[in-house]
């Protein structure tokens, strides 16, 4: 492939790896056989299977990416915004579906649940977890956030 610059390049990259991430959000999000948090929880799973087969070496390179923002070139901020905004739309949504079950309460705001898991949260939980190579930060994370949408049973399944 030809790019007619590295920032073409950058702006495909980011593209791609978002519609590769949407693809995963999107399977795990309609497994029928679970429920809304089940399928939240399956995600994350999976992304923490992913992140230890690869020793924790591995993060979300939108993530790495957010974090490197003063050196990069100011058009990918708006596509990284896009793009953390359509992972959080998906998250949002499926809480709501929980909502929707009971599994979590009707007064909790989806929207802010969401930006704390995706933009907040998960990706200083990934961080941290790369430069500790241990699922830890993310266990931890993960367990505090369960806990504070009502989900107590968080230690059996991501341990």
């Given at each position: ?92 949504s499926c ?26 949260g998960w ?37």
């Amino acid at each position: 492939h030809y790019f007619e610059s590295k920032e073409a390049f950058g702006i495909v990259l980011i593209e791609s790896y978002s519609n590769y991430f949407n693809k995963r959000l999107d399977t795990s999000f309609s497994k029928e056989d679970l429920t809304p948090i089940q399928q939240l929880q399956d995600f994350i799973l999976i992304a923490r299977a992913n992140m230890k087969k690869y020793n924790f070496s591995r993060g979300c390179l939108v993530g790495n990416l957010g974090q490197e923002m003063a050196v990069l070139p100011n058009s990918f901020r708006k596509i990284i915004i896009d793009v953390f905004n359509q992972w959080q739309f998906k998250t949002a949504s499926c809480l709501r579906r929980a909502q929707e079950t009971g599994e979590i309460a009707l007064v909790l705001d989806c929207d802010a649940f969401s930006s704390f898991l995706d933009w907040i949260g998960w990706e200083g939980a990934v961080l941290h977890t790369k430069l500790k190579r241990s699922a830890d930060p993310i266990d931890l994370f993960l367990s505090h956030y369960f806990q504070s949408i009502g989900i107590s049973e968080v230690n059996k399944i991501f341990k």
